[in-house]
């Protein structure tokens, strides 16, 4: 065997697999958007196919699952092609998890809420494996076994131990208020502080917060946690918590959208009306304005 042929067989081997073969990946955390960068995805594959095999796992049932590449298969799809070049690895259900995570974070729009559970899952797969983490991460007195593997994981990943385990505690966020946080309307301290609250303390806040058309501070965050543990933390607490005025709160106009939709143009969508109303208000000022200078 010359050194050309010995190069060849260290080259991953590509098969051209049938996408009704393939399944996502159990409990994929990530998303597969519909946006621009997908249709831009979606004409490469048509012009070039794909340049970059997709990752898959051989599964007992004799089918495949994506480790990496979901948003490459569905570009496929959507393109109209019959198969997708991918590479075959022998991997454990673990050993996916973790390719699986470390590969999607290479994104450059990962969600809070995708982070979360990512992140969730490859810490309970690098438990699950029992690897060695006093010898490979600082040692710390009085470390629980949890805490060392979210230091394994974040040196990974390029986060500290403590920030992964602040994403994993999103994860225990009601669905409504998580979609909040990856909206940017809560930031990511007082929706840690949240996610100790149980269930239907955190269903009771979000009428509390529409009420008070805000979002919980830091601070208030950390006074409904408070409240919880001792067990009082009733509808009308979290009502009187959310309604307190803010040290550095602005006053808020409020304006019922039905007083002020006959002035509003059909064209303009209803989250744009604070704009619209704006520039009324900016026109409405010129207008006085010369009105004054022509008096004078």
Do not use: W
Not at 32 to 53: A, C, F, H, N, Y
Not at 149 to 155: F, I, N
Not at 282 to 292: A, V
Request: glycine share 4%.
């Amino acid at each position: 065997m010359n050194d050309k042929e010995r190069q060849e067989n260290r080259l991953p081997k590509i098969f051209n697999i049938p996408l009704t073969e393939i399944d996502d990946f159990p409990d994929h955390p990530f998303q597969v958007r519909m946006d621009e960068d997908m249709d831009q995805l979606v004409e490469s594959v048509k012009s070039r196919g794909i340049i970059t095999p997709i990752t898959l796992r051989k599964k007992d049932d004799g089918r495949y699952e994506i480790v990496s590449g979901h948003r490459r298969k569905k570009a496929c799809e959507l393109a109209g092609l019959e198969t997708v070049p991918a590479e075959i690895k022998e991997l454990t259900r673990d050993e996916a998890i973790i390719l699986m995570v470390e590969s999607n974070l290479q994104r450059s729009v990962i969600l809070p809420s995708e982070k979360a559970f990512a992140y969730k899952m490859k810490l309970e797969a690098v438990k699950r494996q029992g690897q060695r983490t006093d010898l490979t991460s600082t040692p710390v007195a009085g470390k629980s076994r949890n805490a060392e593997s979210a230091d394994l994981v974040g040196e990974t990943l390029g986060e500290s131990g403590d920030q992964v385990r602040r994403y994993i505690r999103l994860t225990s966020l009601e669905p409504e208020l998580l979609q909040m946080v990856d909206e940017g309307k809560i930031a990511m301290r007082p929706a840690v502080e949240l996610s100790y609250l149980n269930d239907i303390e955190q269903q009771d806040l979000v009428p509390a917060m529409e009420l008070a058309d805000a979002t919980p501070s830091h601070a208030q965050a950390i006074k409904m946690r408070k409240f919880s543990q001792e067990g009082k933390l009733t509808p009308e607490v979290i009502e009187s918590i959310m309604c307190e005025e803010k040290p550095n709160q602005k006053e808020k106009i409020s304006i019922p959208y039905a007083s002020v939709k006959r002035y509003i143009p059909n064209s303009v969508p209803p989250e744009k009306t604070g704009d619209f109303i704006l520039k009324a208000l900016e026109y409405y000022h010129r207008h006085l304005e010369r009105q004054r200078n022509d008096a004078r």
